[in-house]
């Protein structure tokens, strides 16, 4: 039995590496999950303060496994998939108050491009390709996609995309603001991991609240938002980090942050 997802921790950063080459990483029960316990793993332990997601192989994801989809075998209740697999992983990724790194290394495809499009910070390899296939097998787009693409591209592109299903390539889904930016392959997993060992030896209590606030900010008025901001600088201003940081400024010294 192979592990359907590879975990490596240091230094405060843990790695999640989706490991089902052979189906470009499209998602089984068990590759499910296992992401699951990694991304609970994160949550709980407070050691880990960073995560860094990525494929193994050619490819990030492939989406759902459609070996495990064969009509001729009958017609599964793809709504108690979604509900059951699929959605429980997006809320852990957006509720996870720690950074997340999403290092897109080969093909996303379906589910597979907009679980990377739902992670905190995206990098790609520039041969990667970003591809919503629901459409090509008559289905609706999920993980999360109908509601990030719309905010991150606006409706034309994002209709575009999901109505035709056409691969964008890495370079236009940074320059169209879907993701953070597109990086030589040979180059993606250093610059992923440097960018996860940043975060991961940073305030990961004041990292963890602005990433709740910039999500908050989706559905929030201003004058919600700025109440937010008031409660989060509150919480934020008795961590022991802020503490650190302002001395270290003040000492004019590097911070150390305990993540605390
Ligand atoms: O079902 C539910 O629970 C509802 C939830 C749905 C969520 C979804 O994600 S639906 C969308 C499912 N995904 C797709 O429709 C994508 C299917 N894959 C492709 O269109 C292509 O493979 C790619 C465009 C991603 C990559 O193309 P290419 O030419 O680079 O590679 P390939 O040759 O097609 O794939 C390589 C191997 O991976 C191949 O196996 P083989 O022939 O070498 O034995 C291929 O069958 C396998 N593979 C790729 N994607 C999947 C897959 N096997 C199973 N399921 C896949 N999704």
Redesign the pocket.
């Known amino acids: 039995e192979i592990d359907t997802v590879l975990e490596d921790f240091s230094q405060g950063l843990l790695r999640l590496t989706l490991n089902r080459p052979?189906?470009?990483n499209?998602f089984n029960e068990d590759m499910h999950l296992a992401l699951r316990r990694g991304l609970e793993r994160a949550r709980d332990d407070a050691e880990i303060r960073a995560v860094l997601l990525t494929g193994s192989g050619r490819?990030f994801c492939?989406?759902?496994?459609?070996?495990d989809?064969d009509p001729r075998k009958g017609t599964p209740d793809?709504g108690h998939?979604?509900e059951t697999y699929?959605n429980p992983l997006l809320r852990l990724i957006r509720t996870i108050e720690k950074p997340i790194v999403c290092a897109v290394n080969g093909?996303a495809?379906?589910?597979?491009a907009n679980i990377a499009l739902a992670c905190d910070i995206t990098l790609a390899a520039r041969s990667s390709r970003f591809?919503q296939?629901?459409a090509?097998?008559g289905?609706v787009p999920?993980s999360g996609g109908t509601w990030s693409l719309p905010r991150l591209i606006g409706e034309a592109r994002a209709k575009a995309l999901v109505l035709t299903a056409e691969p964008l390539s890495a370079e236009k889904a940074a320059d169209w603001g879907l993701i953070w930016k597109a990086v030589d392959d040979e180059q993606l997993l250093d610059e992923a991991t440097k960018l996860g060992q940043q975060l991961a030896s940073g305030p990961t209590k004041g990292l963890g609240l602005t990433k709740r606030a910039i999500q908050a900010a989706a559905t929030n008025s201003l004058d919600q938002q700025l109440d937010l901001e008031r409660d989060l600088q509150r919480e934020a201003g008795h961590s022991a980090d802020y503490a650190e940081g302002v001395s270290a400024f003040l000492d004019k010294r590097k911070p150390e942050f305990k993540g605390q």
Do not use: N, P
């Not at 492939?62 to 070996?67: E, M, P, R, T």
């Not at 495809?109 to 597979?112: Q, R, V």
């Open positions: 052979d189906k470009l499209s490819g492939a989406g759902q496994d459609l070996g989809r793809l998939t979604i699929y093909v495809a379906g589910a597979g591809i296939a629901f090509k097998i289905l999920d």
